[in-house]
Structure formats: C-alpha cells, structure tokens
C-alpha cells in the first residue's frame, strides 16, 4: 500500500478551481446581453457598443460551422442555427449569437474582453469554445431588468465557469467588476487560424442516442 | 472486511456539494451513501491490491496475444479498426487510468468482474469525496486511496509521449452530464497540477478540418492530444470515425484498450489462464459451463445494462438496455459478497499499471448498475 499524503488539492476537491477562475460562489450568475441596450443598465453606451461590435465581429468568423442545418440544429436546437454567408465555397450553418459577455482575459494569455454565447438546446452556454454553464432566461431575485438580460449559473454546477474556460479569459459577477474600469483590450483575436474547411458535429451520436456514458 | 453502519455527517450533503461533487442523487436516487462504510484489515488490503496488480498484468499478456494472434473478430472488431489498435499497441501509447470490477469477501483471492479500461467513471468520488470522508469521519484510520497522488504522477511519466512543446492536453465528453464532466474535470485537474495546459471542449464540438487533416477546437486550432471520456467503439463507429486515422492526434485512453474494456477478454483470459485464482471461468458460448450459476454479458455493455444471471437454464435476474446487437460472453457466477441483503463489488483502480486505491458500490439487486451506490470503506 503506497502511504497517504494530504493534498491541498484533494482536500478542497474541485473548490480552488473555481476559485481560480474568478468565479464569485455567493453570486454564481454572470450576466449576458442580449444586445447593447440590456448592457447599457450595467456599463456606458460606448463600452457596451465596443463590447457587442466585438462579440459580433468574433461570431461573425469563428462561430462553429457545420456542413448541414441539420447538423447544426441537432446540437443548437430547430430555430437555432443560420446560414453563414462569409465562406463562399460550400453551404454551411452556424448557430445563432444569443448574447455576449463581459470577461477579461487573464494574464499571460490571449486577450479577450467580449465573447459571443451560444446556447444549446440543452440550456448549455458556450463561450469561447467552452462550456460555460447553464443558460436560464429567468431573472433572479430583484436583478432582472425587464426580461432583456439573461444569466448563465457558471459555478453553482459542475464549476463549469473554471476549468471549462481554459485558463484563456475569466468572466465575472457583476458584484466583481472593478477590473471593468480597466480600458478594453482591443488585441487581435486568436482566430487566424480559422480554416473553411472544417466540419462539426461529427462525435457523440451514439451518446446521445442512447444516454449515458461512464462505466 | 465488514459492513458498519454507521451515522452520516450531519451536513454530508453540503460538504460532498462543496468539493464539487454535484451529480449525488440521480433519479431521486441517492447515490453517495454514507449511512455505512466497509472496514478491511490491512492484509485484506494488501490482497485486493496484489490482486489488481496481477490481473493488470494478465490483460497486457492478453492484448499481446489477441494483437499477435490477430484475435480481433471474436471483439467484433473491423480491420480498420485492428489496424488503429495495432499502431497503439506497437508505439505502446500511454494510459492513464482503468478500474477492475472484483468480488472479495475478506476470504479467498478477489475474482474479476470485469476490467473497466476505457471509460471508467467514480473516479472522483474515490479520490476525492470518499478520501474528505475519511478525514472528516475517520482521521485515525487509513484508506486504500493514493489516487490523487498516482494520477499527477503518472501525467508527468507520460509528458514524454504527450507534450512536445507547450500544447495543450484536450479533455471531452458528452455534455451536459454532470458525473462525466465531473469525470474530465477531475482528470483535466490532475494533469493541471502536473503543470500541464488544459482545455475542455464538449465532444459534439469536436471539429474536423479536412484540409489540415487535424480535429480542431471551436477556435480552429488543432487538437494533437486528448483525452475523451467517450467509448471507443462509438467513436470509431461515428461520422468522424474514419477521421481518427488521418488525424495524427493522440487520444487518452489509447484505443488499444478497446481490447480489455471489451468482454470478450474474460474467455480469451481464462484461456490463457485457466484456473487463475483471480478469474472466473468465462467462455463464448453457455455449453461448457453446464448447469453451473452463469452470468451472460454483452460484449460492448455499459453500465451493468442487458446483463442477465442464469440458474443453469432459467433466468434468474435480468437487466434492461440498449446493448443486445453484439454477442454475449458467459462467466461462472460468482455469489455476491453481502451483508444483511446488500451486494457489493470493490473497484480497483488501475493508475498506469499500478494499483493505486478503491472505491465500493452495493445495490440492494444482484447486478450492479449506474444507480448503485457508492459507500466510502477504511481499513486499520
């Protein structure tokens, strides 16, 4: 028998991920906007239009792309999925931009302030290339204004505001947000390589056809 | 080796849910259960331990054969697929984890249920919830669980083969399922500890660039190694299938292994074997075992699903789902260890090719399934 050492670690289990990635765990709701108006109850005109520009532009050429509607809607549900008009050569499908969000890259990696959020039609938030969190259209407590911003539980799950980012960027409550008076970074994306010639979708039928997967 | 039943933390609820351990009743079904824990002597230990080990030792001896002897129909193996199994095999690409599913009673030697080595799950709950219990409930006593410490050890042993450079590791699964992710999540952490560089991408999203000939992120960067929590022979049977051979990435776990996850390995063991004090006989059809007990499995089936104990020819006990299509193996039916009506299987945990802890699940049923519980053990 190999002898027991305590690990910071194991002792915390996943909690010190979680931490790591700036997620707030009394406030685990990050806020999305669905267009600048919902973000101008939170930032200034000018901020919230820089923001929206630059997710659109993101989504605009690294939006995950499938061959097929079909492919497309199976992952981001019937509705859920537009044509994409920019690659000219085959026909192909990207999901519909349902919001953006406000994070800050960390230090020593890509800069990114804003990031389009696909949702999935399992309630599942994407950003960035990663899973999030889940997407809830309702309003918590006294925060909701008007129905015209969302909210996505990053941490209050399976902690997926920390790891699932990466190490790339951290998003933030909007309780935290004094790193918010911090000019944007307006470095170029991390998209350059982004080729015509890709396909999705192509993994995980059988899962979801049957159901589960561990063992 | 006991059962005792004894009082759970007052707020274990709260203090599983702290560690991230969020998947705890499935169905309504609670599935972390600490009303009770199993108690083993130290020698009791040491047993399950060497067992483990030798039968690690038994597969690699097995795959050698199967890969030599070109064994693969009896897997339902395609020649595509040998052949990707074969390339793994031969540049001995790294694995990381597995679990053997054993039957001990504290007396006799621990016999295999089965070797879970492509897609094991609780790996959490037996590194890190039951470990927490441990400290909480049981300070003064030892358990068999130096998992945290064997996988960030065992990521720095592969480095060689997997980080050329500053890459990044890929981990996926299907989302959302919160006890897979949980699954990634955990391992991605070990590897991150290791001073590795992580990224998870849901396994639905796992591009394919035809020009590159690479599997690419969401950003379209390309994927070289990963680590999927996905099984092996769905991989290889989906769209991107025929993808994985013109890719040059590395997958965790190697698809090698689809020859040891895969229950055609028991017969081909016990033939190599026979009468190994850790096997049970096994055999591709029901004939040689007679009117003996038996316990026919499928081949590819998950989850204690589609299994079935026969009483030489009646049914005794069955087990709905989806995994009938691929032929069946038929093992001697080894009775359960239990306690007061309650039925429990040790998970070894393979780390590398080194036993390294366990973690017990009990169900009230004779077959052990996704909803079996899962009880924390000690021993002193």
């Given at each position: 028998?190999?002898?027991l050492?305590?690990?910071?670690?194991?002792?915390?289990?996943?909690?010190?991920?979680?931490?790591?990635?700036?997620?707030?765990?009394?406030?685990?709701?990050?806020r999305?906007?669905?267009?600048?108006?919902?973000?101008?109850?939170?930032?200034?005109?000018?901020?919230?239009?820089?923001?929206?520009?630059?997710?659109?532009?993101a989504h605009?050429?690294?939006?995950?792309?499938?061959?097929?509607?079909?492919?497309?809607?199976?992952i981001?549900?019937?509705?859920?999925?537009?044509?994409?008009?920019?690659?000219?050569?085959?026909?192909?499908?990207?999901?519909?931009m349902?919001?953006?969000?406000?994070?800050?890259?960390?230090?020593?990696?890509?800069?990114?302030?804003?990031?389009?959020?696909?949702?999935?039609?399992?309630?599942?938030?994407?950003?960035?290339?990663?899973?999030?969190?889940?997407?809830?259209?309702?309003?918590?407590?006294?925060?909701?204004?008007?129905?015209?911003?969302?909210?996505?539980?990053?941490?209050?799950?399976s902690?997926h505001?920390?790891?699932?980012?990466?190490?790339?960027?951290?998003?933030?409550?909007?309780?935290?947000?004094?790193?918010?008076?911090?000019?944007f970074?307006?470095?170029?994306?991390?998209?350059?390589?982004?080729?015509?010639?890709?396909?999705r979708?192509?993994?995980?039928?059988?899962?979801?056809?049957?159901?589960?997967?561990?063992? | 080796?006991?059962?005792?039943?004894?009082a759970?933390?007052?707020?274990?609820?709260?203090?599983?849910?702290?560690?991230?351990?969020?998947?705890?009743?499935?169905?309504g079904?609670?599935?972390?259960?600490?009303?009770?824990c199993?108690?083993?002597s130290?020698?009791?230990?040491?047993?399950?331990?060497?067992?483990?080990?030798?039968?690690?030792?038994?597969?690699?001896?097995?795959?050698?054969?199967?890969?030599?002897?070109?064994?693969?129909?009896?897997?339902?193996?395609?020649?595509?697929?040998?052949?990707?199994?074969?390339?793994?095999?031969?540049?001995?690409?790294?694995?990381?984890?597995?679990?053997?599913?054993?039957?001990?009673?504290?007396?006799?030697?621990?016999?295999?249920?089965?070797?879970n080595?492509?897609?094991?799950?609780?790996?959490?709950?037996?590194?890190?919830?039951?470990?927490?219990?441990?400290?909480?409930?049981?300070?003064?006593?030892?358990?068999?669980?130096?998992?945290?410490?064997?996988?960030?050890?065992?990521?720095?042993?592969?480095?060689?083969?997997?980080?050329?450079?500053?890459?990044?590791?890929?981990?996926?699964?299907?989302?959302?399922?919160?006890?897979?992710?949980?699954?990634?999540?955990?391992?991605?952490?070990?590897?991150?500890?290791?001073?590795?560089?992580?990224?998870?991408?849901?396994?639905?999203?796992?591009?394919?660039?035809?020009?590159?000939?690479?599997?690419?992120?969401?950003?379209?960067?390309?994927?070289?190694?990963?680590?999927?929590?996905?099984?092996?022979?769905?991989?290889?049977?989906?769209?991107?299938?025929?993808?994985?051979?013109?890719?040059?990435?590395?997958?965790?776990?190697?698809?090698?292994?689809?020859?040891?996850?895969?229950?055609a390995?028991?017969?081909?063991?016990?033939?190599m074997?026979?009468?190994?004090?850790?096997?049970?006989?096994?055999?591709?059809?029901?004939?040689?075992?007679?009117d003996?007990?038996?316990?026919?499995?499928?081949?590819?089936?998950?989850?204690?699903?589609?299994?079935?104990?026969?009483?030489?020819?009646?049914?005794?006990?069955?087990?709905?789902g989806?995994?009938?299509?691929?032929?069946?193996?038929?093992?001697?039916?080894?009775?359960?260890?239990?306690?007061?009506?309650?039925?429990?299987?040790l998970?070894a945990?393979?780390?590398?090719?080194?036993?390294?802890?366990?973690?017990?699940?009990?169900?009230?049923?004779?077959?052990?399934?996704?909803?079996?519980?899962?009880?924390?053990?000690?021993?002193?």
């Amino acid at each position: 028998m190999t002898g027991l050492r305590p690990l910071a670690l194991r002792a915390l289990g996943l909690a010190p991920l979680l931490a790591l990635a700036g997620c707030d765990q009394d406030t685990p709701a990050l806020r999305i906007y669905p267009n600048v108006e919902a973000c101008q109850a939170d930032y200034n005109a000018e901020d919230c239009a820089k923001a929206f520009a630059g997710a659109q532009a993101a989504h605009a050429t690294s939006a995950p792309t499938y061959p097929a509607l079909d492919a497309c809607e199976q992952i981001y549900g019937p509705g859920g999925c537009m044509p994409r008009g920019d690659l000219g050569v085959a026909p192909s499908f990207m999901p519909i931009m349902t919001g953006f969000l406000i994070g800050q890259a960390l230090a020593g990696v890509t800069d990114r302030a804003y990031q389009p959020i696909y949702v999935d039609r399992q309630g599942m938030a994407y950003a960035g290339g990663s899973v999030i969190g889940t997407y809830r259209r309702d309003c918590i407590g006294n925060t909701c204004t008007s129905g015209t911003s969302a909210y996505i539980f990053a941490s209050g799950n399976s902690g997926h505001g920390g790891f699932w980012s990466g190490g790339r960027y951290t998003v933030h409550t909007m309780s935290t947000h004094s790193w918010f008076s911090k000019p944007f970074s307006h470095s170029s994306s991390s998209f350059t390589e982004h080729s015509s010639s890709v396909s999705r979708g192509g993994f995980g039928s059988i899962a979801h056809a049957i159901g589960r997967i561990g063992s | 080796m006991r059962r005792r039943e004894i009082a759970p933390r007052p707020n274990w609820a709260e203090e599983i849910e702290a560690l991230g351990f969020d998947f705890n009743a499935l169905d309504g079904i609670p599935y972390w259960h600490e009303s009770a824990c199993y108690s083993f002597s130290a020698d009791e230990i040491d047993i399950v331990e060497a067992a483990a080990n030798e039968l690690h030792r038994l597969c690699l001896l097995a795959v050698g054969r199967i890969v030599a002897e070109r064994l693969y129909p009896r897997f339902g193996l395609s020649p595509a697929v040998a052949a990707l199994i074969e390339a793994s095999w031969a540049a001995r690409q790294p694995a990381i984890y597995g679990r053997f599913d054993l039957i001990y009673d504290g007396t006799g030697a621990p016999k295999l249920l089965e070797y879970n080595a492509d897609t094991p799950t609780s790996l959490f709950e037996a590194a890190i919830v039951q470990w927490n219990w441990r400290e909480q409930v049981f300070p003064q006593s030892d358990q068999f669980n130096s998992l945290h410490e064997a996988l960030v050890e065992r990521w720095n042993a592969v480095r060689p083969q997997l980080t050329p450079g500053q890459e990044l590791l890929y981990v996926t699964c299907t989302t959302p399922n919160a006890e897979d992710e949980t699954t990634v999540q955990y391992l991605g952490a070990t590897a991150i500890e290791a001073g590795y560089r992580c990224k998870f991408i849901p396994i639905e999203e796992v591009g394919w660039d035809a020009g590159r000939r690479s599997f690419v992120d969401l950003d379209g960067l390309p994927i070289r190694r990963i680590f999927k929590l996905y099984p092996w022979e769905w991989l290889v049977r989906e769209q991107f299938g025929a993808n994985i051979a013109r890719s040059a990435a590395l997958f965790l776990e190697p698809i090698w292994k689809m020859l040891l996850s895969n229950k055609a390995i028991l017969p081909i063991l016990w033939e190599m074997f026979p009468g190994h004090e850790n096997l049970l006989p096994a055999y591709t059809d029901p004939a040689p075992l007679g009117d003996r007990p038996s316990v026919r499995k499928p081949l590819l089936g998950r989850e204690g699903a589609n299994v079935s104990i026969w009483d030489g020819r009646r049914m005794v006990a069955e087990t709905q789902g989806p995994y009938a299509g691929e032929g069946y193996v038929y093992q001697a039916f080894a009775e359960p260890t239990s306690f007061g009506g309650v039925h429990c299987n040790l998970g070894a945990w393979m780390i590398g090719d080194t036993c390294h802890g366990m973690g017990i699940r009990e169900d009230d049923g004779l077959i052990m399934g996704n909803a079996s519980r899962f009880v924390p053990h000690i021993f002193e």
